[in-house]
């Protein structure tokens, strides 16, 4: 058993080298001309203005989060299903759907939580009136 | 002069080929069918550089394939007619290719101006702009003629001395446009 | 074209010169001082109802030290067409924007400030649209000369004469 660990030991090491040795030597054969018009950071050909990190909408972090905890939600409850029948003729089925139940129900209590808050409307409408305008392209920027 | 390709041998077997020659010559190889074009055009001889990457005249073949930004791509085509407007971005993104980068005129347009020379708005080739390697002649250019520019820049490729090209030891081309609005 | 002179007369009075029978569109010409009005009533009038500004350009007219501003209306409501036309004078063109009557007014009279020099009074964002924002001179006029270079690039072929 031992000789799987050497073999695996031993494709780490040769993917490590494979790696250096690729590096290394592009480095040698490729050119290097670094220039500042060259490290300009590319946004169409435009002279590039304003920041390039903007908020990150968190709308999809809340819609990952409700899709993980209904997932491993699924997770445990289809197993449940699965032996339902058998509980069922072991006389605990009663037991089986309780606890299917409560487990459910409480999850459901968070779902119509986010629902009620708004969490779950991807589009939402803009509220306040005006939107501020935005001048494209303006000669001061471009200097 | 004998180019470092002319000396590449390539022995093919059943289902392996192995290629020897001198460095050089094996990066040129590598390098030449592999020459990524920028995505970039601006009037009718574009529709061309469009069809010349479609089915029938397929730039695929070569190894050609279009990349929308200039960091990754080999060749800059200058399809169409270039307005002074357009110039000073032209000339950005040559500049942010990275090097070995070569750039073809096509057609009329881009080699002299074209039929829009006496025009105010037009600038009057684009090696004004930018060091032009291949100028092909057409208005519009035919897919069949850039397949053949394409392929002269293959041949340039096979014949430069790459190594010391990559090192710095071979001269640069002339800087055509010395008065261009910088913002670094 | 009876209505429209009938209905533009009443509204405008005798200010507006009329021209027929030409080979191309009848048009009226209109003083610059009432060319909002005369156009704000083509709109908003009954009869005429012109809802659609089809086009707006200038020429540019040496002999008669002039600059002539065109309108084409469309009435999609009458179904009918019309040209108007405004002289402002070549040496300081200003005109009234039509921006507050039709908005698609916008870039016409950009253009036309970009290729001829006429001002309009009232554009909310009046500059060059089809060349550079640094370009000097306005092309379409009969008297423009091209520069020599613009940012350095030379504006003829080098080693081949003008024609």
Same mark, same amino acid.
Request: glycine share 12%; hydrophobic share 30%.
């Given at each position: 058993m031992a000789f799987q660990f050497a073999t695996v030991f031993g494709f780490l090491v040769v993917s490590g080298v494979a790696l250096l040795v690729f590096l290394v030597a592009g480095s040698f054969l490729r050119p290097r001309k670094p220039n500042p018009d060259k490290g300009t950071t590319y946004e169409c050909a435009e002279v590039p203005f304003g920041p390039a990190w903007f908020n990150f909408n968190n709308r999809f972090y809340i819609i990952a989060l409700l899709f993980v905890v209904f997932d491993v939600e699924l997770a445990l409850v289809v197993p449940a299903a699965v032996v339902y029948r058998r509980m069922i003729e072991g006389g605990a089925g009663w037991i089986a759907f309780t606890g299917i139940f409560t487990f459910l129900a409480i999850l459901l209590v968070a779902l119509v939580y986010a629902w009620a808050r708004g969490d779950l409307t991807w589009i939402r409408a803009i509220e306040r009136g005006e939107c501020r305008e935005v001048e494209v392209g303006r000669k001061e920027d471009a200097r | 002069m004998s180019a470092p390709e002319d000396e590449v041998e390539i022995e093919r077997g059943p289902g392996v080929a192995v290629a020897v020659g001198p460095l050089d010559g094996l990066l040129n190889l590598c390098r030449k069918n592999s020459l990524w074009y920028l995505l970039f055009g601006t009037a009718c001889c574009a529709i061309e550089l469009m069809q010349t990457g479609?089915?029938?005249?397929?730039?695929d073949r070569f190894g050609f394939v279009f990349r929308?930004?200039?960091?990754?791509?080999d060749v800059l085509i200058l399809a169409g007619t270039i307005t002074y407007k357009m110039a000073s971005r032209i000339r950005r993104l040559y500049d942010q290719m990275p090097e070995p980068k070569y750039v073809i005129a096509m057609g009329s347009c881009a080699n002299?101006?074209?039929?829009?020379?006496?025009?105010?708005?037009?600038?009057?080739?684009g090696d004004l702009i930018v060091p032009v390697d291949i100028y092909l002649p057409g208005c519009p250019c035919r897919p069949e003629a850039l397949t053949e520019g394409l392929m002269l820049i293959q041949q340039k490729c096979e014949q430069e001395p790459w190594l010391a090209k990559a090192w710095g030891r071979t001269p640069e081309p002339?800087?055509?446009?010395?008065?261009r609005p910088r913002e670094c | 074209m009876k209505e429209i002179r009938d209905a533009l007369a009443e509204r405008l009075g005798t200010e507006i010169e009329w021209h027929e029978d030409l080979a191309g569109d009848p048009f009226a010409v209109v003083p610059p001082g009432k060319w909002l009005e005369a156009c704000r009533a083509a709109r908003d009038d009954e009869r005429l109802s012109?809802?659609? @500004?089809?086009n707006q350009t200038g020429t540019d007219v040496p002999a008669d030290e002039v600059i002539e501003v065109v309108v084409h209306l469309f009435s999609y409501k009458h179904r009918h067409a019309f040209v108007m036309k405004t002289r402002v004078s070549r040496t300081d063109p200003v005109a009234d924007s039509l921006v507050p009557v039709w908005p698609a007014a916008n870039w016409y009279e950009r253009e036309i400030y970009d290729l001829l020099g006429v001002r309009f009074t009232g554009h909310p964002d009046l500059r060059r649209l089809l @060349?550079?924002?640094?370009?000097?001179?306005?092309?379409?006029?009969?008297d423009y000369a091209r520069p020599e270079s613009y940012q350095g690039i030379p504006t003829t072929r080098p080693g081949k004469e003008d024609r």
């Open positions: - | 479609g089915p029938r005249t397929d730039t929308p930004t200039p960091r990754q791509a002299t101006g074209g039929l829009f020379q006496a025009s105010y708005s037009v600038v009057n080739g002339a800087e055509p446009w010395p008065g | 012109f809802d659609f @500004l089809r @060349l550079p924002e640094d370009w000097v001179g306005h092309p379409l006029r009969k």
